[in-house]
RNA sequence: GGGGACGUGGUGUAGUCUGGUUAACAUGUCAGCUUGUCAAGCUGAAGAUCGCGAGUUCAAAUCUCGUCGUCCCCG
């Protein structure tokens, strides 16, 4: 269950836990991606060694390789990836919209073709949920429809219908196939695109169908970043306060200190290990591209303000070299400084929100921190 | 001493025979992109007076002569 232990005052910040089979999670929290049952380059014990509560895997890529028959026979995905903290899995939705070669979307499911062999495959609500079980997933999403931006009005609502559609059959086959005693949450994904009555119908279909948790979803796919974050001026008002909000997908760290202002609780996206393996690292003033010629002779730490591992140890040239050199090494060492300044930015937007001092850490954040968007775009407020 | 092959961005090559726009490709370098994952991607930029000199020609990386350099073979 979700508890939410405090509102913050002066911000719609909130400080809640989540309990799961799999223990307890403070938020709001940020969920590093792994996509394959790994967030890429870095062990359990990485993840362990700076305190990560909970990891965000997904049910498309798993389905399709090692497959249910492997992580079933393993013992599900904890077992498999030896993971014994919360895991939330993504259905797949995002990835048919993404990554797969769509053939086919009716309301009874979704027909598209494997990215990694070409072959056929039927995805339906109930199939996405049943998957997730075995999975054993502490939070399911489940399958829903992400519209494109941009994406004109009766693709939406089609978008809308047929996510609320999916999300009744999803909650049906949860309740029909759970095992009892066995703690599961299902979350409801709000779509709408851009169109804000759109999303204030979806939410309200959503809530009406009491999910565990709601997420926030068809964002983060083009739009400009203002109109990303006024999705969530439609949505969060009609969410009800006892039940986790998750932005999905969002966001760099700017972002996520500014939503958690809004009210969300939950993140995840895989810029902190992406922009990792492409050479930036994040800093408290912003995004350093430590691939870049500057830092040839920068013997500094990536980040000074930053008390990882690799921030006490190693060097922004020596990383540099290594990512010159195509060493594997550089791309590890980054990506963990990456996922450590999260996890850690959330630790220490809890203790603000907990010390009533979260208005003050957004000024001083926003004061120090270089965003990436246009003046016109500016997250502060 | 004689004979032969080759000199084109940092590196490796194509183009030369059959002269014709701003000399191409790979890699490297430099930078940008990245938001419910695309490590080994995507986009862009810089970088060569085609070893040097002369000649032929409307026009030379390309043909001719000379010269320098590297490598190979023979003595």
Redesign the pocket.
Known sequence: MFQLIKQDKSTKARLGRLTTAHGAVDSPFFMP???NGA??SLSAENLLEFDTQIV?S?TYHLFLRPGLDVIGAAGGLHKFMSWDRPILT??G???V???ARLRKLTDEGVEFQSHHDGSTQFFTPEKVVDTQKILGSDIM?PL?E?APYPCDRSQAERSVLRTTLWARRSKKQYHAVLDRGRMQYLFG?VQGATYPDLRERSARELVGLDFDGY?I??V?VGEP?PLMFETLDWVLPLLPEDKPRYF?????PD?IVKAVGEGVDMF????P???A????AFTRQGRV?V????Y?KDFGPLDDQCACRVCAKYTRSYIRHLF?SNE?LG?KLITYHNVFFYVNLMKEIRAAIQGNTFDQFQKEFFGAYKS?FAAGESLAI
């Open positions: 991606v792994g996509t967030v890429r965000l997904n993504d259905s939705g995002y990835q919209f993404s990554l999403m829903d992400c994904i997420a979803g068809g983060s970043v999905m997908g969002i966001g760099l972002q995840d996206t895989c810029v290990t992406r922009y393996r492409h050479g930036s591209v691939r870049n010629a500057q040839i010159n594997i791309l990436e």
